[in-house]
């Protein structure tokens, strides 16, 4: 591991039809990081790890309060989460996730004179009808759940994709958009997923005048213009690359399509795209319109550009990291630091029916921070 000294595996036994089962998250502490045991593991979320009491988004204060509801059993937000809220990395101009953002701003500018306006200082707390019903998520979908989503209370989410302020923004009058900020669902961690990501979302919307004078119908004529604009956007980034489009279904675009590129010899999904459902337009007064949209993870990104190994980096203040990036510098390789080779200890206590994985690893993760993460290994005695 290039982060981390220490190594413990915490095993959870399940007693199910007179057999076991084995869940082992592996705990890569450093040499400071706090050790387990059987208080720390029953201490109460508001006691785990100390957070600030309030933070800012767009000029709005927000309190712990409003995030971190103790008192309330629907509310699934635990402090490390709340700890996340208001750091925006993706605005610090020499921060790897700010440096991708900005090299995307370029190219948008550059190829399209500022036609896009920028949004990346929106609230991450929305509405369940923002988060799902605006775009078409399924009632029944698995995203909905407490085991996939933040909730704060049955009405309200930390939103699950920047893809939330889309309807919004089109009942203001926008038409040309570019949705940047942090993102939050409830996932396993380790070197590739963290419950608090980044996401840009970008919007277009045409008028009629627009496709009727190619002689195309809207839909082939916003898929055509998309495929070019993020065609571009690739070559901007990587170079000039090999890509395919693969054919791919999302809830909120039809036809739709992931944009791959050959990469260091294997093809790398980049992002996820395609024209906008007629109801999502229909629903925010554009019913004679057509649309694309696309969405990227900026993390994705920039573990490829900048060769960066551990999603947890990005939230590293250590200096070895962040003196490594500099603003406007795309695609500096990150030099790993750390020196000291793992260790294994082994941890094990019984559990019982009503035990969830997410629940146990968000308990785990306010006493051991972010580096716990599961092992991917189970056992059946």
Not at 79 to 100: A, E, T, V, W
Not at 137 to 164: F, G, K, M, W
Not at 210 to 224: N, V
Not at 312 to 335: A, C
Request: proline share 4%; charged share 25%; net charge negative.
């Amino acid at each position: 591991m290039m982060i981390s000294s220490v190594h413990a595996t915490l095993s959870l036994f399940r007693q199910s039809n007179n057999s076991l089962r084995s869940l082992k998250f592996c705990l890569p502490f450093s040499s400071s990081a706090a050790s387990l045991s059987a208080n720390n593991l029953s201490r109460k979320k508001s006691r785990q790890q100390p957070v600030l009491s309030a933070l800012e988004y767009g000029g709005v204060k927000i309190t712990r309060q409003d995030v971190v509801k103790d008192d309330d059993p629907t509310n699934n937000v635990p402090d490390n989460i709340f700890s996340k809220l208001g750091m925006q990395l993706h605005r610090r101009d020499q921060h790897p996730l700010g440096i991708i953002k900005n090299a995307i701003y370029d190219y948008f500018d550059t190829n399209y004179s500022n036609k896009f306006n920028k949004f990346d200082d929106l609230s991450p707390i929305v509405s369940l009808k923002q988060n799902f019903d605006d775009v078409l998520v399924p009632e029944d979908h698995v995203s909905r759940s407490y085991n996939d989503t933040y909730y704060i209370d049955p009405q309200t989410v930390l939103r699950c994709h920047t893809s939330a302020h889309q309807a919004e923004l089109l009942r203001d009058g926008q038409t040309h958009f570019l949705v940047t900020g942090d993102v939050y669902r409830r996932d396993s961690i380790d070197s590739t997923h963290y419950p608090v990501f980044h996401q840009m979302e970008g919007f277009r919307v045409f008028v009629p005048d627009e496709w009727e004078a190619s002689g195309m119908d809207g839909t082939s004529f916003a898929a055509e213009d998309l495929k070019k604009c993020l065609g571009g956007l690739a070559r901007h980034l990587f170079g000039d690359v090999e890509m395919r489009w693969v054919d791919t279904y999302f809830p909120f675009t039809n036809p739709s399509f992931e944009l791959e590129i050959y990469f260091k010899e294997k093809w790398l999904e980049v992002l996820g795209c395609g024209v906008t459902e007629q109801e999502i337009l229909k629903r925010n007064g554009k019913s004679n319109n057509v649309a694309w949209a696309f969405g990227l993870g900026l993390e994705r990104l920039a573990m490829v550009l900048f060769d960066i190994p551990d999603i947890r980096l990005f939230w590293s203040d250590d200096e070895r990291f962040t003196s490594q990036f500099s603003k406007g510098q795309l695609g500096i390789k990150f030099k790993p630091f750390s020196k000291y080779p793992p260790c294994y200890k082994d941890i094990s206590f019984w559990i019982n029916e009503s035990f969830t994985e997410n629940n146990l690893c968000e308990v785990v993760r306010g006493v051991a921070g972010d580096l716990a993460e599961e092992d991917g290994t189970t056992t059946s005695p």
